[in-house]
């Protein structure tokens, strides 16, 4: 079983649409989740945190379920430049390395 | 604030040639540093990472090696490169329990 696993889409919606990638991992030790941003030949860049509670910044609402090893983000009002690969992030036991998902990728049409 | 500096942007190399990309991080002391590679339409790979000065742990062998000489310091080497170590090089740092901040990437292209 792979350690991060996400649908590679593309997922393509019209602008304004409400989109929601999920994520499967498989240590159940992990302690810290994460979402990134990946544009097209450019670094990875940190969307948001991930937590237990939830949480949400503006359009992305992302969530969190220990028991299913499941993590989603949902984006609400897509906008043309949300268009990117989405990558899920996710620490090993404990605070170790971060092991990266292959990315979701999402294209915002007109 | 914190910033990280990756060089060269961009580098074609031949088969058999040696490798240096070198890393940097400012505005912080005893950063975690992390080498990844992304070759073209796969996920990010951990090639190495450091919690500190002269510590290096691999996560994959192969013929790339790294090595921290300064606190802030990260260099990739390799003595010959071989085609399938052409791909997109990320260095990155992060503090303890943080998600990492990535450099702008090297893209090598071995031919």
New interface residues.
């Given amino acids: 079983r792979k350690e991060v696993e996400q649908d590679p889409g593309p997922f393509n919606v019209p602008e304004g649409a409400t989109v929601a990638f999920n994520c499967t991992y498989s240590n159940s030790a992990s ?2 989740f ?1 979402w ?1 941003r990946q544009d097209c ?6 969307l948001m ?1 991930v937590y237990s509670s939830g949480n949400e910044d503006g359009r992305f609402t992302a969530q969190l379920n220990r028991a299913s090893q499941y993590i989603s983000l949902l984006i609400r009002d897509s906008k043309l430049s949300d268009s990117a690969t989405y ?1 899920c ?1 996710v620490s090993g036991g404990g ?1 170790s ?7 979701t990728m999402l294209l915002v049409s007109p | 604030s914190q910033t990280i500096h990756q060089w060269p942007a961009t580098l074609v190399q031949p088969v058999g040639s040696p490798l240096s990309l070198e890393c940097t991080v400012e505005g912080t002391s005893n950063p975690n540093l ?1 080498w ?1 590679r992304q070759a073209a339409g ?3 790979q ?1 090639l190495f ?1 450091s919690v500190g000065i002269g510590q290096i742990s691999s ?1 994959v062998p192969q013929n790339l090696s790294a090595s921290r000489p300064q606190d802030r310091q990260f260099i990739l080497s390799s003595k010959k490169l071989l085609l399938s170590d052409s791909g ?1 090089y ?1 260095c990155a740092w992060s503090g ?10 090297t ?1 090598l292209t071995v031919v």
């Fill in positions: 302690q810290s994460f990134y030949r450019k670094e990875p860049k940190l945190s990558l992030v605070y390395t971060l092991t990266f998902g292959k990315g | 992390y990844y796969r996920g990010l951990l990472y996560e997109f990320l303890s329990g943080e998600g990492y901040t990535f450099g702008s990437g893209r």
